[in-house]
C-alpha cells in the first residue's frame, strides 16, 4: 500500500499479512461495504476481512487481506531504467483497465491513483488492483460526467506520482514526462470505453460481422452474456448490434473449467494456449483426444512437473504460475533465436540459469544485476556470443492497442 492519511498497522497470521487501518467510524463502515461490493462483483481489489467498531470514539479499524503476490509501483518501476518503457505502458495501461472495469460495475473511485493500487504481473500483462476505497461509491450507473472527473482525478494523480518518482531519480525531465505518461491512461481508458460501447451497423445476413464482433471481445477477456440485434432507424435494412459482456475473466474461466486451475486472466490466455499446443501435438502423435483429456494430460504431464522444478528457485513469495508463465516466454525467445522449438525442459533451465528472475522477487534489490532486466522483453541474462542478440518479447496474440491490464 502506498501513503495513508490514516494510520495503518500490518499484522502477520499463519502465513497471511493484513493491513488494519484506523479510520473515523464512517469512512470505515463505508469503506468495507464498498470492497465488500467489489468482492461480490468479483472486481481488481484487495478483500475486507472485518471491522473493528468502537463507537464511543468514533472510531474503527478496518482489516484487509494484503493482496498476495502484489508490488507497489514505486517498487516495481524503481527496478527498470529510468523513464519511458514497456513495462511502465503497461503499469499505465492496467491503470486505465481498473477504472473502465470499476466504472462498468457504476463504481465511483474517488480517489483513483498509483499509491492507492496495487500491481501483480499477469502473464505478459499487468494487472491493478485497487487497494483504498475511502472515497468511493456505488451507483446503478454512472454518468458521462462522473466518469470523466474520474478519469481527470486519475490522470492527475498518475502524474504526481510519475512526477515523484522522477524527481527521486533525479530525472530533469521529470514533469514534462510524467505529464505525457499520464495523458495515455486517457487515452486508454477512452479507447477500451468506445469499444465496449461500440454497436456497429451489419446485415441481417451477415453472420461474420457477428463472430468478429464476439472475438474482439473475447481477445480483450471479455466474456458475452448476451447478443441483441435490433432494426436501425437510420439506416433501412440494416441492424444494430448489441452485445453486452461481463467482467474480464473470459480465459481465466475457460481455464478453470477444463483444468480447475484459478488464474489472472493474461496468465489463462497464456496457459490455455500452451495447453492447446501440447493438445496438438498429442493429436498429430496417437490421434484424436477429448478436450478434457488432453487438458488432464497437459496437467499431469507438463504444467506439475515443471512447477516442481520452479518452486525450489522461486520461493514461497512468488506465484508459481507467473513463474511457468516466465519460463514460456523464455522457451519464445529460445525457439526464436534457434529458429525451432527448444522443449520446455531446456527453456526451465535457461530460467533457472538466469536465477529465475521477477522484478517483484526479493532477489531483485539492493545491486543484483536483476535489477537491469526489462522484463517485458523477455529475461536478458549474460552475453552469449553464440546466441547473439535476443530478440524481442512475442507479440500480444489478439493485436489489440489495449493490453488487458
Request: charged share 25%.
Amino acid at each position: 500500500m502506498g501513503p495513508s492519511r490514516h494510520l495503518v498497522r500490518f499484522l502477520v497470521a499463519n502465513g497471511r499479512t493484513y493491513a488494519l487501518k484506523e479510520e473515523p467510524l464512517a469512512v470505515a463502515t463505508a469503506e468495507f461495504e464498498v470492497l465488500r461490493h467489489l468482492e461480490a462483483a468479483g472486481l481488481p481489489a484487495v478483500t475486507a476481512v472485518g471491522l473493528a467498531e468502537a463507537p464511543a470514539l468514533d472510531s474503527a479499524i478496518l482489516m484487509t487481506e494484503f493482496l498476495a503476490y502484489s508490488i507497489q509501483y514505486r517498487r516495481l518501476l524503481m527496478r527498470f531504467p529510468l523513464g519511458p518503457g514497456p513495462y511502465r505502458a503497461r503499469l499505465l495501461d492496467a491503470m486505465a483497465w481498473l477504472l473502465v472495469d470499476l466504472h462498468r460495475s457504476g463504481v465511483f473511485w474517488g480517489d483513483c491513483s498509483l499509491a492507492n493500487t496495487l500491481f501483480r504481473r499477469d502473464g505478459d500483462r499487468i494487472q491493478a488492483f485497487l487497494v483504498d476505497a475511502e472515497t468511493s461509491e456505488i451507483h446503478s450507473v454512472l454518468s458521462d460526467g462522473q466518469r470523466s472527473y474520474d478519469l481527470d482525478i486519475l490522470v492527475e494523480n498518475v502524474a504526481f506520482g510519475l512526477a515523484d518518482l522522477g524527481a527521486m531519480q533525479g530525472r530533469a525531465d521529470a514533469w514534462d514526462d510524467a505529464v505525457d505518461a499520464a495523458e495515455t491512461v486517457r487515452s486508454t481508458y477512452l479507447g477500451v470505453w468506445s469499444e465496449l460501447s461500440l454497436e456497429p451497423l451489419v446485415s441481417p445476413d451477415d453472420r461474420h460481422a457477428v463472430r468478429a464482433r464476439i472475438r474482439r471481445l473475447n481477445d480483450l477477456g471479455f466474456a458475452v452474456d448476451e447478443i441483441s440485434m435490433e432494426p436501425s432507424r437510420s439506416n433501412v435494412g440494416s441492424l444494430r448490434l448489441r452485445v453486452a459482456v461481463a467482467n474480464r475473466r473470459f480465459y481465466s474461466r475457460e481455464l478453470q473449467r477444463l483444468t480447475g486451475i484459478v488464474a489472472l486472466e493474461g496468465q489463462a490466455r497464456l496457459l490455455l494456449n500452451d495447453l492447446r499446443e501440447y493438445g496438438a501435438w498429442i493429436e498429430a502423435e496417437h490421434g484424436p483426444l477429448p478436450e478434457d483429456q488432453a487438458a488432464d494430460r497437459w496437467l499431469h504431464d507438463v504444467l506439475e512437473p515443471a512447477l516442481a522444478a520452479l518452486l525450489p528457485a522461486i520461493g514461497p513469495g512468488r506465484d508459481p504460475l507467473q513463474a511457468y508463465c516466465d519460463v514460456l516466454e523464455e522457451k519464445w525467445i529460445l525457439s526464436e533465436l534457434a529458429g525451432a522449438d527448444v522443449g520446455l525442459e531446456r527453456s526451465i533451465e535457461a530460467y533457472l540459469g538466469l536465477g529465475a528472475p521477477a522484478p517483484e522477487s526479493d532477489a531483485a534489490s539492493g545491486g543484483s544485476t536483476i535489477l537491469d532486466i526489462d522484463w517485458s522483453g523477455g529475461f536478458d541474462g549474460p552475453a552469449d556470443d553464440a546466441v547473439g542478440d535476443r530478440p524481442p518479447s512475442r507479440p500480444s496474440p489478439d493485436g489489440t492497442d489495449w493490453p488487458a491490464g
